[in-house]
């Protein structure tokens, strides 16, 4: 009983730290003017939530998110935030224009919504949650299901990724060669 | 479930979400506009996540990777753009891309 209350601590320790460096870095992204301090108040953000999302037992999930987001995606944003420089921008200076205050009356308004539909639909059944094996979100179990149940969405996947990188491609090199039209002097 | 209940888990997930479509609304920047945008997906990833802890069922963590992927597809497809307007000089401010002439 005493290990288990022990243990009962812990996580809660652990989720308190999560759960308000997470908060505090998603603000942190918001308001730093310079590109790259918010891109690696972002890279601190996903690592708060992967740990969030091993203590909701997705440990291939968490994993994924270190692996893809906080490394793959973050370097292409810090890339391309060195490739084109850092224009500093300073959201909360110049006293408050009617264009922030709207911003933050809407999205005060949206996070009421969003409390408010959870609370209505989903109160009932937050209570208790169901008891999960220890296969629950491992790899073995994530591509069971990726290779049975949802084999369509993963295929869809698959093609939005090939599409996006085509995208990326034809973005790139059409700037390219228009750049190359220019006649040179 | 030891520790915080889902609701918790939710409530970080709202204000995640909160968070980011204030820097979306907020900021000028659109490589800041991507960064807030992140947040959101992740807020959204986060609720997906802890409904399916709740309700035992892998189906929310199989959602929450493929919204991964198209979040991934987005930056590519976004970062491509900032790029491409960044090589042709063009100011990087949201308010003053208006227009879709070339």
């Given at each position: ?69 906080a490394g793959a995606v973050m370097v292409m944003f810090l890339f391309v935030i060195a490739y ?49 094996g220890a296969a629950f979100g491992s790899p073995a179990e994530i591509g069971r299901l990726f ?39 | ?80 753009l900032i790029v491409a307007l960044n090589r042709k000089r063009v100011t990087l401010d949201v ?8």
């Open positions: 009983m005493i290990v288990a209350s022990v243990g009962n601590v812990l996580v809660w320790a652990v989720w308190v730290v999560a759960a308000f460096a997470c908060l505090g870095s998603g603000i942190a992204v918001v308001s730093f003017s310079n590109p790259f301090y918010s891109a690696l108040a972002l890279i601190g953000n996903l690592g708060a939530l992967a740990v969030l999302y091993l203590l909701l037992s997705a440990e291939f999930v968490a994993a994924a998110q270190v692996l893809v987001y084109i420089g850092p224009h500093s921008e300073s959201p909360w200076m110049g006293g408050p224009s009617w264009q922030a205050v709207g911003a933050v009356l809407a999205a005060g308004a949206l996070l009421v919504e969003i409390i408010v539909v959870i609370g209505l639909k989903a109160s009932g059944h937050l209570a208790h949650s169901e008891r999960v290779l049975t149940d949802h084999l369509l969405a993963f295929e869809i996947t698959s093609i939005v990724l090939l599409v996006a990188a085509i995208g990326g491609v034809i973005l790139g090199g059409h700037s390219r060669r228009a750049a190359g039209e220019v006649p040179p002097l | 479930m030891s520790g915080p209940g889902v609701a918790w888990y939710l409530s970080v997930a709202a204000f995640l979400f909160g968070t980011g479509s204030l820097g979306v609304l907020l900021r000028r920047n659109p490589l800041i506009v991507l960064l807030s945008l992140e947040i959101m997906l992740n807020g959204a990833n986060l609720a997906l996540i802890g409904f399916a802890r709740n309700f035992g069922d892998g189906s929310g963590q199989i959602f929450a990777l493929a919204v991964m992927a198209v979040a991934a597809s987005e930056v590519v497809v976004g970062l491509g308010d003053r891309l208006n227009t879709l002439r070339g």
